[in-house]
């Protein structure tokens, strides 16, 4: 009987072993799953992020473009304002111009005219 017993008590342990063992390969199989969601969550994420710059480069690049067409417009609104002003101030000129010359000739024809009575 007591060779029995220890059978008994050999077999059970080995059934306790085998469930330990039977535990821990799942509880490893729940770890390596873990670890693989968890390694696809950085991978979704990492995409996330890298769409996400690309996103804000297109925006840069769009807004960096605006601003060069702004100072583009800038640059020929600015000619065209020289160009108005340019007129503008040769108007006056040559008006001035040609107001001195008739100035000049009425003062000329008046010494002229009471120098030589």
Known sequence: MSEENRLNRIEDRQ??????IGSLERLADIAE???AEEREAHRQEREANR?????????????REAIREERRANTAER????????????????????????????VGAIAGGSGGG
Not at 15 to 20: K, L, W
Not at 51 to 63: I, M, T, V, Y
Not at 85 to 101: D, E, H, I, M, R
């Open 33 to 35: 799953q873990r670890a």
């Open 79 to 106: 000619r065209w304002m020289i160009g108005i002003y340019s007129v503008l101030v040769l108007a006056v000129v040559a008006s001035t111009a040609s107001f001195a010359v008739a100035l000049f000739a009425a």
């Open 51 to 63: 769409q996400e710059r690309e996103a804000h480069r297109q925006e840069l690049e769009a807004h």
């Open 15 to 20: 059934s306790d072993g085998i469930g330990r």
